[in-house]
């Protein structure tokens, strides 16, 4: 049996990796345990109950307003410990979070090797995002197992002369969006239940990074309001972070305005069924740049950089920046310009095709001598 320990602790962590924990959990050869650090609680709380992942183990170290060393120092010395207890053949991460980069840390100290889960990504910007291109950049040095989305991110890893194997797998993300989304869903949160999508266009929003916080915000909360008053038929729904950071911001300048609707986070059934009706999405999310293209909605990325060219590459994402006036600008094209906005409208799969998951368990069992190598995706 190989003893797996996969460690996660964020909503964006918990719906990539949950997919792969279910395969995991049907492999005989496996023995499949979960370790949550709960970095969030609600929002991860909110995939373990849709997924029905019960954790082996919870950290529970969220704290309000916890600072990037809270997180760390806390998950470290707890991780360590566990893993000392647990002695797993392989500890699995995801994505660049700072419970990604410390499962890894603690990993590395007791000399288990580690799979990163979603490898490869980079801005070269290293505050942007902050602190996601140093966590992301320090998991690969210390992973000896490299699960790359696209082509595209093996090339970084090769450029940097990562040590360790490289599997090309696509990413676990675009693995549960078969299941979710579905023409006659009824939505769980009473507010998406009480609004007609048929009637005028509504503009999913998502914003929430640590760089944006501040006047990146305002300006994104600006656009919007602006939006919102020049296309009376547009609505704009925005499930915002738990982040008192994010809503001491957002609330102020958008609460009350008319057809701007605020609600709490959604679970992520809702969330994809909520993508799948609206008419195009403002985000600063990595995980929605990857699920967005799927559904066929274009993306107007609230950021200067993405470390996800390829879905502006299919031209299907545009870079929207940080300011009022260019996010503006941008929107307005894409509801008054027919043809512009059809040409983004299209679905591509630049960042996977479903079977992720399945590529990363026949990659581990190959690697511990118990499979053929999974088949590249490209
Ligand atoms: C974290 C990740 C970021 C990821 C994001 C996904 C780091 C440094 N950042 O950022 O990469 O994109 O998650 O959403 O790892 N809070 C709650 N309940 C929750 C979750 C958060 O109350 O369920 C509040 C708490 O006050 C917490 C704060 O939000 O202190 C910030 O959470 P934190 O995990 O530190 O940062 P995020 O901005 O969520
Ligand atoms: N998501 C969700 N509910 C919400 C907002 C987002 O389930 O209210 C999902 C979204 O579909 C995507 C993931 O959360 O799968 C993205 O998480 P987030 O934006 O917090 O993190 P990031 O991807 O930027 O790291």
């Given amino acids: 049996m190989i003893r797996v320990l996969s460690i996660f602790g964020t909503r964006p962590e918990a719906i990539k ?17 979960v370790c949550v650090t709960a970095q969030h609680r609600e929002m991860l709380d909110q995939v373990l109950e849709v997924f029905g992942i019960e954790p082996d183990f919870d950290l529970n170290i969220m704290k309000e307003r916890q600072t990037l060393s809270d997180i760390t120092v806390n998950a470290l010395s707890k991780l360590y410990d566990l893993i000392g207890k647990v002695k797993p053949d392989i500890v699995l991460v995801q994505g660049d979070t700072t419970t990604t980069f410390v ?5 590395f100290y007791r000399k288990i090797p580690v799979g990163h889960v979603e490898a490869g990504l980079r801005t070269s ?3 942007s995002p902050f602190p996601e291109e140093i966590n992301r950049r320090l998991t690969s040095v210390l992973s000896t197992l490299h699960f790359a989305p696209t082509k595209r991110n093996k090339e970084n890893l090769l450029r940097e002369n990562t040590m360790g194997k490289i599997y090309v797998t696509g990413n676990t993300v675009i693995d549960a969006l078969k299941y979710t989304v579905k023409e006659d869903y009824r939505f769980e949160d009473p507010v998406l239940r009480s609004v007609d999508f048929s009637s005028g266009r509504y503009i999913l929003l998502t914003s929430h990074r640590r760089e944006n916080i501040g006047k990146p915000l305002v300006n994104i909360c600006r656009a919007v309001k602006r939006i919102v008053e020049e296309f009376e038929d547009v609505k704009v729904i925005y499930p915002v972070h738990m982040n008192p950071a994010v809503r001491e911001i957002v609330f102020p300048i958008l609460e009350g305005t008319e057809r701007v609707i605020l609600i ?13 009706r609206c008419y195009l999405i403002m985000t600063d999310s990595g995980g929605i740049q990857e699920e967005a293209p799927a559904l066929g909605k274009p993306v107007v990325v609230l950021r200067k950089e993405t470390e996800r060219p390829e879905a502006i590459e299919a031209g299907v994402a545009v870079l929207g920046g940080v300011e009022e006036k260019k996010i503006f600008g941008i929107v307005k094209r894409l509801l008054t310009d027919e043809g512009a ?13 479903g079977r ?15 499979s053929d190598p999974p088949e590249e995706f490209n």
């Fill in 17 to 33: 990796m949950a997919p792969l924990v279910k395969r995991l959990e049907e492999e005989t050869s496996v023995e499949n345990i």
């Fill in 103 to 107: 499962g890894a840390l603690a990993a």
């Fill in 125 to 127: 910007n290293r505050y």
């Fill in 264 to 276: 709490d986070p959604v679970n992520v059934i809702d969330m994809h069924n909520l993508m799948a």
């Fill in 341 to 353: 906005y059809q040409q983004m409208a299209k679905a591509v799969n630049p960042f996977g095709d």
């Fill in 356 to 370: 992720a998951s399945k590529r990363i368990v026949k990659a581990i069992l190959h690697e511990f001598g118990l």
